[in-house]
């Protein structure tokens, strides 16, 4: 069984950052697509950015792009998603997502493990 651990949420000033980290167990890291997806109050959860096997291969929900940058160091099992310039729409739970077969896929039913989440509150 793989373990996903979030962490680096936290309570800022819209215009500001965060770097959320997620942790994985296991040794095949780095054969895993991983996927960072949020869940805000009263909203399905929903999509923000995805990265390849190598790290190579990114991709990003629109409402992100030029925002959020993802990141993965398979040597420390570790997938990153650094957010600038947040704004209070980004207030969600946010997950991580491992998908063991390493597609690459933006629909959160493809991936087969899942972390707890970490909160992130953006003020206006």
């Known amino acids: 069984q793989v373990q996903l651990i979030e962490s680096g949420g936290g309570s800022v000033q819209a215009g500001g950052s965060l770097r959320l980290s997620c942790a994985a167990s296991?040794?095949?890291?780095?054969?895993?697509?991983i996927g960072w997806f949020r869940q805000a109050p009263g909203k399905e959860r929903e999509f923000v950015a995805v990265?390849?096997?190598?790290?190579?291969?990114?991709s990003y929900a629109d409402s992100v792009k030029g925002r959020f940058t993802i990141s993965r160091d398979n040597a420390k099992n570790t997938v990153y998603l650094r957010m600038n310039s947040l704004k209070p729409e980004d207030t969600a739970v946010y997950y991580c997502?491992?998908?063991?077969?390493?597609?690459?896929?933006?629909?959160?039913?493809?991936?087969?493990?899942w972390g707890q989440g970490t909160q992130v509150t953006v003020s206006s």
């Open positions: 997502a491992a998908d063991r077969e390493g597609g690459f896929y933006r629909a959160g039913n493809e991936y087969d493990y």
């Open positions: 296991g040794r095949s890291f780095s054969s895993y697509t």
């Open positions: 990265i390849g096997r190598s790290g190579a291969v990114t």
